[in-house]
């Protein structure tokens, strides 16, 4: 069966660098689903608590949807539990397969000074960060774990492979298992000799 694993964090918490690495390193036949990029290009909508909203249901759907085709999937993105909560029990109690949550704790202070040092988000201030910033918010799920932010992104990429059990995990979806441009290639891409840490810095 195939691997489901999320990835949530306030913004800035270094979650979408994450997810990236984890899917590159695993290679063809693990899906990344990005609710930043869902939300905002795919579906153009404002997140809300006032107004109905389509996207939790939307990204929800699409990882059923690729985890049913067979992929692994990676999940990331705030995931708010007042918006998103219900729907994420949902969706892990549903996949028959294995799960695994990981949540990146970052301080506020952090994650604004994270925040300055990226020209694509100067658009944002601090009191809007404050605004979106929730601490510990935690689905309460089994096995649920917590990433500090002094952990590296070489560390933390390392755990989520290693913890969700994707390190060992074979792909399932056609490509790469019998694609023939893939045939003779490894699955899974190598690891860089010098990795960036969560937030931006050469380890």
Not at 44 to 50: F, I, M, P, V
């Amino acid at each position: 069966m195939p691997t489901l694993v999320i990835i949530r964090g306030n913004s800035g918490s270094g979650k979408s660098t994450v997810a990236a690495e984890v899917r590159r390193r695993y290679g063809r036949g693990c899906a990344l689903i990005e609710q930043d990029y869902l939300r905002r290009v795919v579906l153009r909508e404002h997140g809300s608590n006032s107004t109905p909203i389509v996207a939790p249901g939307f990204i929800t759907t699409m990882t059923r949807t690729a985890l049913a085709a067979g992929y692994h999937v990676v999940l990331e993105g705030i995931l708010h539990t007042g918006q998103y909560e219900t729907l994420l029990r949902e969706l892990i109690a549903g996949h028959p397969g294995p799960s695994a949550v990981f949540w990146m704790e970052v301080s506020f202070d952090e994650s604004l000074r994270r925040h300055t040092g990226r020209p694509d988000l100067a658009h944002i201030d601090a009191a809007t960060l404050r605004s979106w910033y929730t601490p510990s918010d935690l689905l309460g799920v089994e096995g649920e774990q917590v990433i500090a932010e002094e952990s590296s992104l070489e560390d933390t990429v390392t755990a989520i492979l290693h913890d969700s059990g994707l390190a060992t995990s074979a792909a399932l979806t056609p490509c790469p298992r019998v694609c023939r441009a893939c045939a003779g290639k490894h699955q899974h891409a190598p690891a860089s000799d010098s990795v960036e840490t969560v937030s931006g810095k050469r380890s």
